[in-house]
């Protein structure tokens, strides 16, 4: 079962420059999230969606896009990088806001 | 101060050990309380959800909950080292609050040694 699947795994920008993290799952699941993980801060909220052509804006979305044109897929786009969102981003999915999240491997993501 | 403080560690014990994991929160809105963990460079897995206050129990796992207190724990028994880990604790208001969106601690670091 391939669950969350998050693409690049490893991903080196340089300032100013732009790029799409690739999220996508097969469970089927209405509700997807983006966060991001720095050490000392636990995990923050980028965006949500609670179904295709739905989203909003979790406690940090500044610099950040997403769409939700389907169920599976729920992209995060950069665009202008800057070295604070040096970070790793997780991308989580569940059937519903109030049910067990799953969360993809990573995307560790470093701008210089 | 964040709504939810968890103390980062290290926490380092010993084989067998009993590992009492904690957090604190500020917001009585809270109902829901969950426990996920995080191997190193991985994502986060859920281990335990509760509702509301009481204890919950999964094998060497136990959560408790005391609303009154707003203050949360996770037990682990005979602890192993497969048990070393980050452990972060989350929690939500619901749909009384308006919003199953869950605020996160920061993650305790667990190391259990042979």
């Known amino acids: 079962n391939a669950g969350v699947t998050q693409t690049p795994k490893f991903q080196v920008l340089k300032t100013g420059q732009s790029m799409t993290l690739q999220c996508a799952q097969d469970m089927n699941h209405e509700y997807m999230s983006w966060y991001r993980q720095d050490p000392g801060m636990g995990l923050r909220l980028i965006h949500y969606?609670?179904?295709?052509?739905?989203?909003d804006q979790g406690e940090v979305p500044n610099g950040y896009n997403v769409s939700r044109s389907t169920t599976e897929d729920f992209p995060l786009r950069l665009l202008s990088a800057a070295p604070s969102q040096t970070s790793v981003y997780f991308c989580?999915?569940?059937?519903?806001?109030?049910?067990?999240?799953?969360f993809g491997q990573g995307t560790r993501l470093t701008v210089v | 101060q964040k709504e939810v403080e968890q103390d980062p560690g290290p926490l380092s014990v010993p084989e067998g050990a009993i590992v009492s994991l904690n957090c604190t929160y500020s917001?009585?809105?809270?109902?829901?309380f969950m426990w996920y963990r995080q191997y190193s460079r991985k994502g986060p897995e859920l281990l335990m959800y509760t509702y509301s206050s009481g204890n919950k129990e999964d094998g060497r796992f136990t959560a408790q909950v005391d609303k009154s207190s707003k203050y949360i724990s996770l037990f682990i028994r005979d602890s192993q080292p497969s048990d070393s880990a980050t452990y972060l604790c989350a929690m939500s208001e619901g749909l009384s609050g308006g919003s199953y969106i869950p605020t996160f601690g920061r993650g305790t670091s667990l190391i259990v040694h042979p």
């Open positions: 989580a999915s569940s059937k519903t806001e109030n049910t067990e999240a799953f």
């Open positions: 917001n009585s809105a809270f109902q829901y």
């Open positions: 969606s609670v179904g295709a052509g739905i989203t």
